[in-house]
């Protein structure tokens, strides 16, 4: 399947690498390939985004605040609101605790290989099925995005956040081709 990705989409991939290293993760996550994908503003992907009118920016925020969670998504922060809970103020509380960015999960040793996590996995091979379907044989950045808004989880909701549906992506690259 790598050999199908463009060189900006392998270095995508290998921008999240660096940025799971950044962030002492155990595993590379949706979460580090998203933000890759924001780092090139040249790529695929963040032409499709500026098509879209969304903000390489915003979509950066909205990690990062999915990152301070703990990596609970918006849709269950509203959730958990609806039982009494409010995901922010514990948040607040346990970083006053503990420093700032105490639920991030930077806690991998230092050194050694970082593994795709199985959710970054189930994206990476849905990115395959994405470029398939559209008839295409390379797989770019556009392709990896419409993935990670497919695959359920905090990637998915952070695009969901920005009006970005699976559907709306496609659409916006069919048009696009």
């Known amino acids: 399947m790598f050999e199908r990705f463009t060189k900006d989409t392998r270095a995508v991939v290998t921008e999240a690498v660096r940025e799971a ?15 890759a994908l924001t780092r090139f503003p040249r790529g695929g992907a963040a032409a499709l985004l500026d098509a879209l009118d ?5 979509v950066r925020a909205q990690v ?6 703990g990596g609970v998504s918006e849709t269950d922060a509203q ?3 609806g039982l009494g809970i409010d995901v922010d ?6 970083e006053s605790e503990h420093g700032p960015g105490a639920l991030t999960g930077g806690w ?19 990115t395959l099925r994405e470029t398939v379907g559209l008839g295409q044989r390379t797989i770019g950045g ?6 990670l808004a497919v695959v359920p989880g905090p990637a998915a909701d952070v695009l969901a956040g920005q009006g970005l549906t699976p ?7 069919r048009t696009a081709s």
């Open 54 to 58: 969304v903000a390489l920016d915003d």
């Open 108 to 126: 991998r040793r230092t050194g050694g290989h970082i593994p795709f996590g199985s959710a970054a996995k189930r994206v990476l091979e849905r």
């Open 142 to 147: 556009e392709h990896l995005l419409t993935a």
């Open 21 to 35: 290293t950044r962030l002492r993760s155990p595993e590379i996550d949706p979460l580090h390939l998203l933000v």
């Open 167 to 173: 559907d709306l992506l496609r659409t916006a690259l």
């Open 64 to 69: 990062e605040r999915a990152r301070r969670r």
């Open 79 to 81: 959730a958990l609101e």
């Open 89 to 94: 103020a514990i948040v607040a509380h346990v």
